[in-house]
């Protein structure tokens, strides 16, 4: 009895010191499914945070419910392994909080990384990783939209009004409206929309595939916000239906999307391309630096310009050093208007 006493006691004190860790295995905790379990041990970690770690499912794995990562004042870190996570509902990660998958490069179509999160079948969620706080974190993932068996769904990764996010090596894909949005008000359809919100870094992405504009900035002179400051660095553009980077830099009041930085990144043209639009475009913008880019169109839907700029409030831009090849003849590669500072392009 008194060996089966001092067991007792021996698991008792284990458990409870287990719940003052900052380090806690999902494996441990009981539930219908990963989502549940994953629950549980956010759930059992300290008030000041720490690591979920979930790597040790793989495979399909459902979340019927979905989860939420961390909460205000709590940052916690949910690592997953080679796991395709099959989610019913939508997953939440708040301020300071993240999700971090096996570390591999950016997928492209079904040639994709090991950690993967999806929306379920016949689902219609908002969004499949909504991020909720400011310095949340992404990484190493696949978040996919399953447009096909979910077409009621919208958004891949929804950043809900949280500043100074980021999200590294991350493929966002077969969204049924977009696959990312960064959002402060009203929502639109495109690849990446930036919408009041400002001073985003945009770097080593592919982004390709949207039926309407690649990014898409704008936003309001009645916000507290506007569009100012973006920093696109880096990417690759390609297989967009309109423009790959469409800048509305005013609203009719005042500039709402100026001073943008547009540099080394790679346009690859598009086959789907309707006519008529370009890779960069701007209007009644201002005070943008597009440097070091390279395009190159399709005969068969070939850009109207490599760059397009125009407006009657259009402000003073430069480009330089950019290089475009036009599949068409007799095509300008370059349009600015009277203040646009033009050098050294080819």
């Known amino acids: 009895m008194c060996v089966v006493l001092l067991f007792a006691s021996l698991s008792l004190?284990?458990?409870?010191?287990?719940?003052?860790?900052?380090?806690?295995?999902?494996?441990?905790?009981?539930?219908?499914?990963?989502?549940?379990?994953?629950?549980?041990?956010?759930?059992?970690?300290?008030?000041?945070?720490g690591v979920c770690d979930a790597r040790?499912?793989?495979?399909?794995?459902?979340?019927?419910?979905?989860?939420?990562?961390g909460s205000p004042g709590k940052p916690v870190e949910l690592m997953l392994g080679s796991v395709t996570l099959l989610t019913a509902q939508t997953i939440h990660v708040q301020a300071k909080s993240s999700i971090i998958g096996m570390p591999a490069a950016m997928g492209i179509g079904t040639d994709q990384p090991p950690t993967?999160?999806?929306?379920?079948?016949?689902?219609?969620?908002?969004?499949?990783?909504?991020?909720?706080?400011?310095?949340?974190?992404?990484?190493?993932?696949?978040?996919?939209?399953?447009?096909k068996s979910a077409p009621a769904g919208g958004m891949g990764i929804l950043v809900n009004k949280a500043n100074r996010v980021e999200m590294f090596r991350v493929t966002a894909q077969n969204a049924p409206k977009f696959g990312i949005q960064i959002y402060s008000s009203s929502q639109r359809t495109f690849g990446i929309e930036l919408n009041n919100a400002p001073t985003t870094r945009i770097e080593h992405c592919d982004i390709g595939g949207n039926l309407g504009d690649g990014i898409r900035i704008y936003g309001s002179s009645s916000s507290n916000l506007q569009s100012n400051r973006q920093m696109i660095v880096g990417n690759q553009f390609g297989n967009n239906g309109q423009?790959?980077?469409?800048?509305?830099?005013?609203?009719?009041?005042?500039?709402?999307?100026?001073?943008?930085?547009?540099?080394?990144?790679?346009?690859?043209?598009?086959?789907?391309?309707?006519?008529?639009?370009?890779?960069?475009?701007?209007?009644?913008?201002?005070?943008?630096?597009?440097?070091?880019?390279?395009?190159?169109?399709?005969?068969a839907n070939p850009y109207r310009a490599c760059v397009y700029i125009s407006g009657h409030d259009e402000g003073k831009d430069l480009v330089t050093g950019n290089s475009c090849h036009i599949a068409e003849a007799g095509k300008a590669g370059f349009v600015g208007t009277q203040s646009t500072v033009l050098a050294n392009n080819q």
């Open 243 to 299: 423009h790959d980077i469409d800048v509305i830099g005013s609203d009719g009041r005042r500039h709402v999307a100026n001073g943008h930085l547009i540099n080394s990144n790679e346009f690859i043209g598009s086959d789907k391309r309707q006519r008529g639009f370009d890779a960069i475009h701007i209007t009644d913008s201002g005070e943008n630096t597009i440097n070091g880019n390279t395009f190159s169109d399709t005969r």
């Open 13 to 49: 004190h284990a458990q409870t010191s287990a719940h003052l860790q900052g380090v806690q295995y999902a494996n441990r905790f009981s539930g219908a499914d990963i989502g549940e379990k994953i629950m549980q041990c956010i759930a059992a970690l300290p008030a000041a945070g």
């Open 116 to 147: 993967m999160i999806k929306a379920a079948d016949g689902t219609a969620l908002s969004a499949v990783v909504q991020l909720d706080g400011p310095l949340a974190v992404l990484q190493d993932l696949t978040v996919d939209g399953n447009r």
């Open 56 to 69: 040790d499912f793989s495979g399909r794995q459902t979340a019927a419910n979905g989860f939420t990562v």
